[in-house]
């Protein structure tokens, strides 16, 4: 009997990958119901407003809709975020680089965080096709930048 269970249990997590759910503020701001978490690996989130991010970033979990977001990491499910291109820069860097979540821009181009004070040749060597948000003062090696030219990843510096 055990057998069967784990065996079910295994069934569905696999039928889980790969699987995202689209989600507003409100739904998750209401709670998600844990079933989503049994069928789903990924929450999708389009265009939320401007203050949802900082809160995310501050792990603010008395805000309804964070609170959702951290317990389903604890499941395990991964969130990417759609955000208008032009928010990017306003964007707390220094925060949500420690934040697991994935970030794209309102036409699905990926947006990589940097908020090291250097970023060199190896830390883009994975990088194609992309946004790359840095601070205001952060130094690009040459070879950085001459691969950021040849990957088509795109210089954004953040906001002061």
């Given at each position: 009997m055990a057998d069967k269970a784990a065996g079910k249990l295994q069934q569905i997590l696999s039928q889980r990958q790969n699987h995202a759910r689209e989600v507003t503020l409100e739904e998750l701001a209401r709670g998600l119901n844990r079933v989503v978490y049994l069928f789903h690996d990924e929450l999708y989130l389009k265009l939320p407003d401007a203050g949802f991010i900082p809160r995310l970033?501050?792990?603010?979990?008395?805000?309804?809709?964070?609170a959702t977001v951290l317990q389903s990491w604890s499941y395990g499910v991964r969130l990417r975020v759609m955000v208008h291109r032009q928010l990017l820069p306003s964007l707390p860097?220094?925060?949500?680089?420690?934040?697991?979540?994935?970030l794209e821009?309102?036409?699905?181009?990926?947006?990589?965080?940097?908020?090291?004070?250097?970023?060199?040749?190896?830390?883009?060597?994975?990088?194609?096709?992309?946004?790359?948000?840095?601070?205001?003062?952060?130094?690009?090696?040459?070879?950085?930048?001459?691969?950021?030219?040849?990957n088509n990843i795109t210089l954004i510096r953040q906001e002061s």
């Open positions: 970033a501050a792990w603010d979990d008395t805000d309804a809709s964070v860097l220094a925060a949500l680089a420690s934040v697991p979540l994935v821009d309102h036409r699905g181009v990926a947006v990589q965080l940097m908020a090291s004070n250097c970023v060199t040749w190896s830390d883009l060597v994975t990088f194609h096709d992309c946004w790359l948000l840095v601070s205001q003062k952060t130094v690009m090696t040459a070879m950085a930048q001459e691969l950021c030219k040849k």
